[in-house]
């Protein structure tokens, strides 16, 4: 007869035997005993019947099943149509970012005698949104934009969003903001575009 060497213990193999031949009769949560096949049964048909159900065949008929018209909810359990989930999706309002082109005008120059930082400004609709969070101008280096007396970028002033609600915004135009008799008057307008951050209608 072979001889063989067991790695456990008498203490881990005495061990191990009780755990099977006191198997629990149904599962239990932190057990590690063995569970007998009748209560492994037992439990399987539990979660499908009584008031342990969860998933069961009558979950899947006609009657069962949430269409559209139901509506979806956090505390229902029912089952919903794939339509149902799709028309609940598209009820829902998610933010749109939308851009779109504006030409702002020039203004009176920082040093002008009669008028200082004197902003032109215009105001455009925004159709399409029910509710508008937050609209951002596209910033833009001047450049050219600006009158040829007035040089550099730093001899200008960017333009800005004054006012914004639902329907429409209203921007100010730059300005230039060197002083001087010689100097033009405007900063010249500019092409440029803004961001719409809002819910569509």
């Known amino acids: 007869m072979s001889e063989y060497t067991l790695s456990n213990t008498a203490l881990d193999i005495d061990s191990a035997i009780t755990r099977v031949v006191k198997a629990d009769n149904e599962p239990k949560p932190g057990s590690q005993n063995m569970v007998t096949s009748g209560g492994v049964a037992a439990a399987i048909v539990d979660i499908g019947s009584g008031s342990n159900a969860v998933i069961t065949v009558d979950s899947f008929t006609e009657t069962s099943l949430h269409d ?12 919903p149509t794939s339509k149902a989930v799709a028309d609940y999706i598209s009820n829902q309002s998610f933010i749109t970012i939308e851009e779109i082109s504006i030409n702002l005008p020039g203004g009176r120059r920082v040093g002008h005698p009669t008028n200082k930082n004197y902003h032109n400004s215009v105001t455009v609709n925004i159709p399409g949104f029910s509710q508008i969070f937050h609209i951002e101008l596209t910033p833009k280096s001047h450049g050219d934009a600006i009158p040829s007396t007035i040089t550099t970028q730093d001899n200008a002033v960017n333009g800005f969003v004054m006012t914004f609600d639902n329907s429409s915004a209203t921007f100010a135009g730059p300005i230039g903001n060197s002083s001087g008799s010689s100097r033009a008057d405007t900063g010249n307008g500019y092409t440029t575009t803004f961001k719409v951050f809002g819910i569509k209608s």
């Open 68 to 79: 559209s018209n139901d509506g979806l909810s956090s505390t229902d359990t029912a089952i």
